[in-house]
């Protein structure tokens, strides 16, 4: 059996040196579990940091199949973990059984994938120019460049998904795919399911025989700050409230030598119904539409907060059926305490705005989460009025009538930057409606058709990002393989003998990979 000892891991060592104590609660109950954990002291932050930045010299060095099986290693020992494991993350999350063994898959799916990434190569981005030593008027020299990683990133536990997006997740499993060692601020949420994470990694990174300091997690309040703040820390990976990231963000651009933060933080997710799509398939899409609202207790960065119609007696029939479905939603246990109090004042916001309209859904009371349905006032829209931007995090969404197709192309033009965007559309509304696309485009990451945002493929294709607010770099992706472009950064060598190029831009290309050579692309040694 599985002891929690609550002590943080600096380096492959447990320490627990200061005197301030943390405490994981059931998210059911609100009681506290009999699991307490050592808040880090600032020299045990040093500590993980200096022993990341002595860790980056030996880890960059590695070759790509050495991380790829590191990666492999740690999806392993996470994989074996036993049914206590999983009852603990139920207890700390209230996520269903299922859910849990559904999102463990998916967290080593992920880190698999980032190993077959590294085996590909493509990540490293070689592009070679041979020297052109004869060219008139000036000779050209050998220049030659490949993508490293950038140093120790610090990464931020999510607390809606306790593996996918936590100790191993997709920050993680793509900063140690770049080289990167990693430091984790374990969620306050679920700490007892950080610790069994954090030992499956550091018994892989013991089992692959790679340097200790390449991982390090920390427990408490406060700490963060002193993490993002330490010189040695390189980048940040986080997801959590636009609150949050935003502090990450102000915290990094403020050191001597700022940080890029990789955040995503808070995003409504506009769902479009155009009139085609309303009078073929009405009935169904507010069947699905509201089962999509309430997944998860709402509790995915992609739920859709918005939805918007253009007025047509097709459009009042479907309002009026999402209306029944919505007010059919049971009741649900959100993540912990801190949730539902959050979700509680965002509700509390849109009933007391005199222009937003409750249209069905229980008072909120007790310790569930009961779903809600608002009709807002389309004026909020194009007077991009502040709280109608605002995600409310859970089962909750809010419908917009607009006039005509001139009122919702304005409407959307006022939305600030979004994960996801969705058409609901047949091929005529497609047509009609095509000036939408190019707009949607510079407002969200993701575009939907026929489809609805909550669930995000792990694949080569995906973008999981978006303009700020959705995330704070929209050039980057916290899901899929573009991850690890993020802790990447280009080299340039020029005139380098080959020996000591790294692999990747040597002429025998060691690596067997992909390079841009001399504007061509091939496999070819040289």
Not at 174 to 194: E, F, N, R, W
């Amino acid at each position: 059996m599985f002891n929690l000892s609550g002590q943080n891991f600096i380096a492959g060592q447990r320490s627990s040196a200061g005197e301030k104590a943390v405490f994981s609660y059931d998210a059911s109950t609100g009681e506290r579990l009999p699991y307490q954990f050592a808040q880090a002291t600032a020299e045990e932050v040093n500590q993980a940091a200096q022993a990341a930045y002595v860790a980056f010299a030996v880890f960059k060095q590695t070759s790509p199949a050495e991380r790829a099986h590191l990666l492999e290693s740690i999806a392993n020992e996470i994989d074996a973990l036993d049914d206590q494991f999983i009852s603990i993350v139920c207890q700390e999350t209230a996520l269903p059984e299922a859910r849990i063994r559904g999102e463990r898959g998916r967290t080593t799916g992920q880190l698999r994938l980032f190993a077959q990434v590294l085996r590909r190569g493509d990540y490293l981005g070689a592009r070679i120019d041979q020297a052109l030593p004869e060219r008139q008027p000036l000779a050209r020299p050998d220049l030659r460049q490949y993508k490293t990683g950038i140093g120790p990133v610090a990464v931020f536990g999510a607390s809606n998904f306790p593996l996918a997006f936590s100790t191993a997740g997709g920050d993680t499993a793509s900063a140690l795919a770049a080289g990167c060692p990693v430091i984790v601020k374990a969620h306050s949420g679920h700490m007892a399911t950080a610790e069994y994470i954090a030992t499956a990694i550091s018994t892989a990174i013991k089992k692959c025989a790679l340097p200790d300091g390449i991982f390090s997690m920390i427990y408490g309040q406060g700490v963060g700050e002193a993490l993002v703040k330490h010189p040695l820390i390189k980048a940040v990976g986080f997801t959590g409230s636009l609150k949050g990231g935003q502090a990450l963000c102000d915290l990094a651009a403020a050191r001597p030598e700022p940080i890029p933060v990789f955040a995503e933080m808070s995003s409504i997710n506009p769902m479009i119904l155009l009139p085609e799509a309303l009078k073929v398939r009405g009935d169904k899409i507010a069947a699905e539409l509201s089962a999509s609202v309430v997944l998860g207790c709402g509790q995915f960065c992609t739920n859709p907060g918005l939805i918007l119609g253009i007025k047509s007696p097709e459009f009042s029939q479907f309002l009026i059926q999402f209306t029944q479905h919505m007010a059919q939603q049971p009741s649900q246990t959100m993540l912990n305490k801190g949730t539902l109090q959050s979700y509680q004042q965002g509700l509390d916001a849109l009933l007391a705005h005199a222009k937003i309209q409750h249209l069905a859904g229980q008072a909120q009371q007790g310790n569930q989460a009961h779903p809600q349905l608002f009709k807002a006032d389309v004026s909020l829209l194009l007077e991009q009025d502040e709280l109608l931007q605002e995600e409310v995090f859970g089962p909750t969404t809010i419908v917009i009538e607009v006039e005509s197709a001139q009122q919702l192309s304005l409407a959307l033009a006022g939305l600030r930057g979004q994960l996801t965007a969705s058409l609901i559309a047949e091929a005529q509304d497609l047509n009609d409606f095509s000036v939408l696309i190019p707009l949607l485009e510079e407002k969200a990451g993701r575009l939907l058709l026929n489809g609805y945002p909550t669930g995000v493929e792990v694949c080569d294709a995906m973008v999981h990002g978006g303009p700020y607010p959705a995330t704070s770099d929209a050039r980057g992706t916290s899901v899929g393989t573009l991850a690890i472009e993020r802790y990447l950064r280009p080299v340039c060598y020029q005139n380098y003998p080959d020996h000591l190029l790294p692999p990747a831009l040597q002429n025998a290309n060691p690596l067997g990979i992909l390079r841009l050579v001399n504007g061509a692309m091939t496999a070819a040694a040289l």
